[in-house]
């Protein structure tokens, strides 16, 4: 199977908690794959100790091939893994431009690719001068959102884009990631389940640590039941 | 801008009020004098802010950065032979520790026994030295003292002693552990590298004294600015890269480390170069022929070692110190607004891990911005020589008011160290000034007198003042 990113249960801690208590999912290629999960399943959690800033004590995580576990940040990242974390983490006191440049990989990677991310976010292009601090919301979600753009990357991780923002930016933001998903593979994490259930191929349910279910998204959907125990929404 | 109100109502007491109260040329002086000091503790306190904004480390080590690039400096320049002598042990030691981390992981020694052979081959390399040989200081003039087989040890001898501290180096690499593998050949090289400067120092070392010794004073200065600054930077990768990386979660032992390296770099000092002050060194020739310049193209044309600044002598090598200053203070912050690393440090000041979930390999920042702190320490060091000379006391002396000036800027902020190292040096100077003249107030017989005490304190004052106004320092977000 040609999978992007298969997990075999995984097991984080963090101090002396045991978060992740078995994580196994697989991930696969052309496909937006949403991480749902009531708050503290574990979902943020499964993405730090993919990116390896939480240390999995047990277990195995491939991408495309590699094993990750055991890797520091830096070298997952470069093996072509965005990460856009959870409260927006982009650098407040760098211009615009700052940020993206920094997420270069490889030198004129924003020059290569400026006119798309900007025809994805029009915003940042006239702010690129201007603090990232100095954002709206929604600005500084999109800023996050491009910085993860600007390498060459098979594979994003997204942490609730949707946190805290108005609907209007809400869809916004949506439509850009729609439009990502022709062209890399996207693991998102949303509680807004309205804002993806045209957007998500397949999901991952997560419940205490562990992942309870998982297929097709139009099958969660269509399941009352299952949308009201786990997600405690009414479809 | 943050932190504008503070910030004027302390410059308006520092410059406006002695301007009104003082003569012009008294001022003049004063302000040159206190932007020299400024310079000074410039140097120390970027580092210092620096490290502590990237990697949340207050390095109570600095100042003895600072001191022993001016001891190093100025051994370079007036006794080259104890360098000669000395450093290719210590290279020797650092290229055995890579060698002993490349192959640690192929040969697994017992821990015991690569510890009894780190005791016991250091031990072995350091028996029977006889240092105060080679700490003959002043024997060594230009063009003359020679060195005689008397006074230092054989070649041969010296070469057992680096083979020694090789071993130990080898011994202690195989208790650190191994490098990760796309590290090694970098490793190799480097060892390499390192253990071959030793062997062509040490042979080579009659050659290169009377090289040095012999050479114009102009560039034996500029060697000895570049062997300091370079030296300190290296003490400071290495100082980072092995006792304080294991320490990054620990931070009462990172204090406790860096507090206790301080006190070992002072003894150190005293055991190496005795505990007595040396004179200052002397100065390029720029600044040294004994006239008084009465303008910059007079100074410049006949090297003057005063310059006469509204009818009072300044000596003109404390123009150099403030040049480095600023020069230091503007190269650091072009790097900082402008380059990639530049921008990376900036951003790993905010958040560390992001930077590394974008790829950027922070712990080698840390070690890069780590080595070019300590390096601008020790340069610092060198230039101070020829200004106040060598004593074992002069690193805590500056780490302190590099602290005040940080602690005033605000932790972790680059203008803000600047700032802050502005008012530390104006207060200093402000403050000598009112011990040695006294400030006469209208309609009083004799001028008051301040005691030095309250001169060393003014800075302290100034600290306190700020940090009631704005607890985390004039431009400070992080707080210590
Ligand atoms: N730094 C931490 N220290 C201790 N426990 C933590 C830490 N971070 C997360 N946890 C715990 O781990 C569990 C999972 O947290 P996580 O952030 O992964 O949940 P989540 O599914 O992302 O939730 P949310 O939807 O609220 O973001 C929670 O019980 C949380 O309390
Ligand atoms: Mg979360």
Known sequence: MDAVLELRDVHTFIGSFHILKGVSFAMRAGSLTALLGRNGAGKTTTLRTIMGLWPAAQGSIRFLGEEL????THEIAALGIGYVPEHRAIFRGLTVEENLKLAERRRGDLARRAEWIFSLFPDLKAALKKPAGLLSGGQQQMLAIARALVPENRLLLIDEPSEGLAPMLVEHVMAAIHRLREEVPILLVEQNLHAIRHLADHYILME???????????ELLGNREWLQRYLGVTA | MRGTWPLILILFALIGLPAIFLPMSVWASVMLSGLTLAALFFLVASGLSLIFGLMDVINFAHGTLFMLGAYIGWTVYQNPRLLL????????LGAGIGFGRVTAGALSVPRAISGFGLVGFGAL???????????????????????TPLAQEPLGLVFARMAAMGLAGLCGGWRMGGTRSEDRYRSWGMSAGLLLLGILMLSGRELIERWI?????????????????????????????????????????QVLLTLGLSYVGVELVRVVWGPGNYTPLPRPSLFAMPCLASSIGEWLSQGCASLNVLGR?????????????????AGIGLLLRWTRIGIAVRAAVE???MVEALGIPVRRLFTGVFAMGSALAALGGVVATPFLGLSPAMGLEFLLQAFIAVIIGGMGHYGGAAMGAFLVGLARAFGDYLVTVGI???????????????????????????LLLRPSGLFGQKTG
């Open chain 1, 69 to 72: 576990r055991g890797r520091p």
């Open chain 1, 208 to 218: 205490d640590g562990r992942v309870v279910r998982s297929g097709p998204m139009a």
């Open chain 2, 85 to 92: 002598n000395v450093a290719p042990l210590f290279l020797a």
């Open chain 2, 125 to 147: 390399a350091f028996w029977n030295h006889n240092l105060g040989k080679l700490v003959a200081f002043g024997s060594t003039v230009p063009g003359g003292a020679i060195p």
């Open chain 2, 213 to 253: 010794l012999e050479s114009p004073g102009d560039l034996r200065f500029l060697l000895a600015v570049l062997a300091g600054t370079l030296a300190g930077g290296a003490l400071g990768a290495w100082m980072e890269a092995t006792l304080i990386r294991p320490l990054y979660a620990r931070p009462i032992y």
């Open chain 2, 313 to 329: 002598p300044f000596p003109t090598y404390r123009l150099l110190i403030i040049g480095v200053g600023v020069a230091m203070w």
């Open chain 2, 351 to 353: 958040d560390r891990e």
């Open chain 2, 440 to 466: 006469a107030l209208p309609g009083m017989a004799e001028a008051i007198h301040f005691s030095p005490a309250i001169a060393r304190a003014s800075t302290v004052l100034i600290m306190a003042a700020i």
